[in-house]
Structure formats: structure tokens, C-alpha cells
């Protein structure tokens, strides 16, 4: 789906406005959710907690200065919002960032508590994509150079080439036992 026309004011006050968080930790749970773990200490758990809704924004490489702005400074002091132009979608309490190549909206279906840790299990919604990249009407992730973490090296990467086809790769090894 497409991104909806941006409202072209900035919104967000820093504190009950919209409020956007860099995470390292994110899984899968299934085809239709998604689970980021947070820190207990993040001002945004408590913001999605109360909404019951969340969104996942993708950026693209050319967004790390944000990206890491956003995971360096709490939402409980700066106004995180006023960096990007924010709208919403279907479920009305989730900001998304128009600059993202890509954005989910997700409903909280559950929260695992951890000691340290709250980890977010979240229905997608709506998935809007920039036209750019698409092709075919699918997402293209060579188009949309989605930024990466690694931990090991403490470093941003841009993702890589696509050089094998998933279900098929090894499927010679089938007979083989």
C-alpha cells in the first residue's frame, strides 16, 4: 500500500506526542507479527502500552544520522517527532514516518516481561510503501538499502545484494540422506 498523503505540519511536543525509538532487537513471530524487545527504562514502552498500538518504521540507509539521533536522546527531554514528518493510518494511534521507505502499524496483541526488558508482540495492521520501491507491486529491499545493526562490530550496514531464491536453494540435498 501506498503512503498516505504526509500532513505537512510537524507534530509531537516531546512528551504525550508521537515519539520514534532506534531498536536492535527484533523477531519474528509469525507471518502477521512482529516482536521488538525494549528496555524497561525507553520512555516509548509506556506510550504503547497505553495506545495498545505501535508502528515499525524502516529507514533506508540514507537516514542513519536520524536513526541513530533517535536511539541517542529519550523522547522524555527532546521531541524526537520534529525530525521527520509524521502521519497515521488505519489504527490512529501509531506515528509513522513519511521519510521511511517503509512503515507498519501493529496492533500490541501481547507483552512479554522480561527482567530488563519488555518485548512488544505486535499484529501488523497496514503496511505502506513508498512507490520507489516497489517493483511489480512488492517491495523491493535493493530499492529501499534498509539500514542494519550489528552489534559485533558496532556499525550501520546497508543490505546487500538478493543472490538466492528461499525454498528452493537447497533442494538438490532432498534425495540425499
Known amino acids: ?38 528496555a524497561k527504562a525507553h520512555y516509548t514502552n509506556a506510550g504503547i502500552k497505553e495506545n495498545g498500538t505501535f508502528s515499525i518504521n524502516l529507514p533506508s540507509a540514507d537516514m542513519v544520522k536520524e536513526t541513530y ?18 502521519f497515521y493510518g488505519n489504527l490512529k494511534t501509531a506515528p509513522m514516518i513519511t521519510e521511511c521507505p517503509i512503515s507498519t502499524e501493529r496492533r500490541l496483541i501481547k507483552v512479554v516481561d522480561f527482567p530488563k526488558h519488555d518485548v512488544f508482540i505486535g499484529e501488523i495492521v497496514t503496511t ?4 520507489a520501491v516497489l517493483t511489480d507491486g512488492v517491495v523491493d529491499y535493493g530499492k529501499v ?14 543490505l546487500g545484494k538478493r543472490f538466492a531464491k528461499t525454498w528452493s536453494i537447497g533442494k538438490e540435498f532432498e534425495g540425499e540422506k
Not at 504526509?6 to 507534530?11: E, F, G, L, V
Not at 539521533?69 to 509524521?86: E, I, T
Not at 505502506?128 to 512507490?131: I, L, S, T, V
Open 145 to 158: 538499502r534498509p539500514l542494519l545493526f550489528t552489534m559485533t562490530d558496532q556499525s550501520y550496514w546497508e
Open 69 to 86: 539521533y533517535c536511539g541517542l536522546v529519550s523522547g522524555k527531554h527532546v521531541d524526537k517527532a520534529q525530525l521527520f514528518h509524521v
Open 1 to 38: 500500500m501506498s503512503l498516505p498523503h504526509a500532513n505537512d505540519s510537524r507534530r509531537g511536543n516531546g512528551r504525550g506526542g508521537p515519539n520514534f525509538v532506534t531498536i536492535a532487537h527484533v523477531g519474528i513471530m509469525d507471518l502477521g507479527s512482529v516482536s521488538p524487545g525494549m
Open 128 to 131: 505502506y510503501a513508498e512507490d
